[in-house]
């Protein structure tokens, strides 16, 4: 887990980001995955919120650092009741966007 310091949490904090923006860009030159929540929250709502900047540095980040092949697969998420347990849960997986 990378975290993410968000400045409604300790605003004192923030600058810590590009710490973890560091270990995102490492993470994706190793190849690995990585799965990261664009928008910086978890919410009931059925629409998409604000969506955050962390994911597209990472990325950028990675490149500028030489690694190719990067493949961003937009994940769509949503649970049929989600205060139940174990609800079920729809997901819509978007096309793979090459980063070359």
Known sequence: ??????????????????????TGARVLG?????????????????SLKMIRSGMARMVLQAAEDGTRGIQIVPLGLNY?????????AWINVGDPIDLD
């Open 1 to 22: 887990m990378i975290p993410a310091f968000r400045g409604s949490d300790d605003s004192r904090q923030v600058r810590r980001n590009l710490e973890s923006i560091d």
């Open 30 to 46: 190793t190849g690995a995955a990585l799965g990261i929540f664009p928008e910086g929250m978890l919410h009931d709502s059925t």
């Open 80 to 88: 049929e009741h989600k205060e139940d347990f174990r609800s079920s």
